[in-house]
């Protein structure tokens, strides 16, 4: 807390950002006002949803074959419907929706694209463990009046700005700009996010792996061989490392960030529909991989950067190995001496 105790709010920390780094524009303060709004009221059905309903599932099944839970499509309605009206953006992608959703020009030229998962972790969300939101935000490209799907399918690379939300015992947005990693708790009394976590960092090293181990059978020579390293005694190096696995994305890597250790959701063999792992390039691998470098930390799909991978689908999925820049090199490793650059 800074002087009378008041924090520094969203809208004040992009104020002083642009003191420093000019491109950081009055509009970003906007944008993210809006994507906060989203997850205030996300916040608030998710920390009630046993008493109004929300629990469940849909009955439907969305574009990746998933049952759809009542709040995977209450969340994909809210941030559509504050994304439609925030005028910033041309178009927009959803985990929950096949297509594009591209926005009617509006009064201004829309400048930006947006990737969101409306809902990360459905899994989990009947059973009271953290879930969340991840959002990635691009520069048009396209010169025409309507946004295309160019403006989306660009590297992580060139990301304009990136977070997430995780809706745990308190509610934290994490947000880059590109100009490092910041996180802002929910002050629900006042209905403000103030900044908890000013410029977060990755230790070099971290000795926790997270990794859904029920597919090892599934897994390359090369990981397998990874993490049974991890688990192997060698007090010289602190190993065996902890484990620890949330099966929600947002909230393993919210950990990772915080304390380090690598996150990994590995390609397996399990569904053949699913060669290259379960998670998503655009609003799921890119964000975090984004966050990722701006902390300090690596994001890899084994063989390279995530950022460097260019889109090539709009629901593309990616093997992803995130979190400590150490780490993240060892995994490589592995993978290059065991698979080869497969
Ligand atoms: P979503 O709920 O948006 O579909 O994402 C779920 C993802 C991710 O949150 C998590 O890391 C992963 O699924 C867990 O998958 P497993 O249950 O296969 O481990
Ligand atoms: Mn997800
Ligand atoms: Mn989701």
């Known amino acids: 807390m800074d002087g009378r105790g008041l924090g520094v709010t969203l809208t004040r920390h992009i104020w002083e950002e642009q003191q420093i780094h000019p491109e950081a524009t009055g509009e970003f303060s906007d944008i993210l006002n809006q994507v906060a709004w989203a997850a205030k009221v996300i916040s608030r059905e998710v920390n009630k949803a046993g008493l109004v309903d929300l629990l469940g599932y849909t009955g439907e099944r969305n574009v990746q074959g998933e049952e759809v839970l009542k709040l995977d499509r209450y969340a994909n309605e809210v941030w559509m419907s504050v994304l439609r009206h925030s005028g910033h953006f041309c178009i927009l992608a959803s985990e929950e929706l096949a297509e594009p959703v591209v926005f009617p020009p509006k009064w201004r030229k829309a400048k930006y694209a947006i990737a969101i998962d409306p809902l990360d972790g459905s899994s989990n969300i009947d059973v009271n463990v953290s879930i969340g939101s991840i959002f990635a935000i691009h520069r048009r490209v396209s010169e025409g009046d309507e946004g295309t799907p160019d403006d989306l399918l660009q590297p992580g690379r060139r990301l304009a700005a990136a977070g997430y939300v995780v809706y745990g015992s308190s509610t934290i947005l994490v947000l880059s700009t590109g100009n490092g990693v910041h996180g802002f708790t929910l002050d629900p009394s006042v209905g403000e996010f103030l900044k908890s976590h000013p410029d977060i960092r990755i230790p070099a090293r971290g000795k926790t792996y997270s990794v859904n181990e029920g597919n090892f059978p599934y897994w390359s020579e090369g990981v397998r061989r990874f993490v049974a390293h991890m688990k192997e005694k060698d007090s010289s190096s602190g190993r065996p490392y902890g484990a620890r696995y949330i099966g929600s994305m947002v909230a393993d890597m919210h950990r990772t960030l915080l304390k380090g250790g690598i996150f990994m959701y590995p390609a397996d063999t399990k ?72």
Do not use: W
């Open 271 to 342: 569904d053949p529909r699913k060669p290259h792992g379960k998670l998503r390039l655009l609003y799921e691998c890119a964000p975090m991989a984004f966050l990722c470098e701006q902390a300090g930390g690596a994001a890899s799909t084994g063989q390279g950067p995530v950022l460097d991978v260019v889109p090539e689908s709009l629901h593309q999925r990616v093997p992803f190995f995130a979190g400590s820049v150490e780490n993240v090199r060892e995994a490589e490793e592995f993978i290059a001496q065991y698979d080869g650059s497969a």
